[in-house]
């Protein structure tokens, strides 16, 4: 079956740029969305097909992919963006697949 | 505004059953497929299934198909997942999310109802 695999935990400091990877097999033959998930609450859509970003979410995210990795980014990270996130993509296989989810710690 | 709206928290003894509901507003529901997604406690997301909005065809993940059975009432803009068979390893809040290129390398999750905790316990 189709895995993505995200590392547990990334901790950044106010104002840095926090880095999230999402790896798969021909992950850049697909299209990758990202989503936001903070304590408590449902998920909320970030990144969709790689690299764009839905209307209402801050121009301090942003996304790309190279071949079997994507990779969210946080520029200029605030506080209100600690949460956990998780990277998805279709496959015709295998259907929607999440990843293993990633803590991003706003220290 | 677009809103998924589910129903309240769930209590089940392991065998038994539980039937969520999804209520959908402030877009055009025939245009969309509602997916079910759940969330078992520290776990990630996994995705159980959809429905299209459109003409009530479904598609489950193979890990669910003989115990999910996704439905619609297109009048009434709901969607429904009821899941047989519960086990303790059932507990998870469930998500219904809206999707509007189903099974297509476009589609995701764009907006997502607040959730539906299922426990299982005897």
């Known amino acids: 079956s189709y895995e993505l695999t995200q590392p547990p935990a990334v901790s950044v400091s106010p104002g840095q740029t926090a880095s999230i990877t999402c790896s798969g097999d021909k992950l850049g033959d697909k299209f990758t969305s990202w989503y936001q998930q903070r304590t408590g609450q449902a998920p909320v859509l970030v990144m969709y097909?790689?690299?764009k970003r839905p209307s209402g979410i801050p121009e301090r995210f942003s996304a790309s992919t190279s071949g079997n990795t994507a990779t969210l980014t946080i520029s200029g990270t605030q506080a209100v963006d600690e949460a956990d996130y998780y990277c998805q993509v279709w496959d015709s296989s295998n259907l929607y697949v999440f990843g293993t989810g990633t803590r991003v710690t706003v220290l | 505004q677009v809103h998924l709206v589910q129903s309240g928290a769930e209590v089940r003894k392991p065998g038994a059953s539980v039937k969520l509901s999804c209520r959908a507003s402030g877009f055009s529901f025939s245009v969309y497929a509602i997916h079910w997604v759940r969330q078992a406690p520290g776990q990630s997301l996994e995705w159980m299934g959809w429905i299209s909005g459109d003409n009530g065809n479904t598609h489950y993940s193979q890990k669910f198909q003989d115990r999910v059975t996704i439905s619609s009432d297109t009048s009434a803009t709901m969607a429904y997942m009821e899941v047989t068979s519960l086990t303790p390893e059932d507990t998870a809040v469930y998500f219904c999310?809206?999707?509007?290129?189903?099974?297509?390398?476009?589609?995701?999750?764009?907006?997502w109802g607040q959730g539906s905790l299922v426990t299982v316990s005897s």
């Open positions: 999310a809206r999707d509007l290129r189903v099974a297509s390398i476009w589609s995701n999750f764009d907006s």
């Open positions: 097909e790689d690299k």
